[in-house]
């Protein structure tokens, strides 16, 4: 079975305040990177650019291959432990994103890992990178011209999902 590594960020300047997130693609044998994810998000917290970071990195790797295995890696304890079930869903909006992001991973074909911020340097590089220019990005790298990773059906509400 392939593998996909998903590394994710968000963030936001101010808790809420002006947010983006970022996302990578890697194929897990060889670490090349397959696609990158970034999108504005306008006034939001951390925590709702985190998991949009999430669901984007998670929608990329299945657009990708539908049938690959995601090792996902994110540097927000809380996301962590809710998308393991080890901690409740308590705020409204998180409930929401959560069910999001639970809905693209419905099959279970994924793992959970935190790493620590500084292994997670490209994914923070383009959430900064999407705060800074206030905009969105779909970038891939080599390999990546999947015809199922097109531009169409990604973007909602100003941000890429």
């Known amino acids: ?28 044998a060889t670490g090349e990177v397959l696609a990158e994810r970034a999108g504005y998000l306008g006034i939001a917290t951390n925590n709702v650019a985190e ?9 990329a790797a299945l657009a990708i291959d539908p049938k690959a295995y995601l090792d996902v890696r994110l540097d927000s304890r809380l996301l962590i432990h ?15 994103l959560h069910g999001e992001a639970s809905e693209v991973i419905r099959d279970g074909r994924a793992t959970f ?16 990178e999407a705060m800074d220019s206030r905009s969105e990005s779909i970038r891939r790298g080599l390999g ?6 097109s531009d169409e059906g990604v973007r909602d509400g100003g941000a890429l999902f």
């Open 1 to 28: 079975m392939r593998v996909l590594v998903v590394e994710a960020d968000g963030g936001s300047r101010g808790n809420p305040g002006p947010a983006g997130y970022g996302a990578l693609v890697l194929d897990g």
């Open 51 to 59: 998991y949009r970071g999430l669901i984007a990195g998670l929608r």
């Open 82 to 96: 809710q998308m393991k079930g080890e901690w409740k869903v308590r705020h409204v909006d998180m409930k929401a």
């Open 113 to 128: 890992t935190w790493a620590p911020r500084a292994e997670n340097s490209r994914a923070d590089a383009l959430a900064n």
């Open 144 to 149: 990546a011209d999947n015809p199922s990773d």
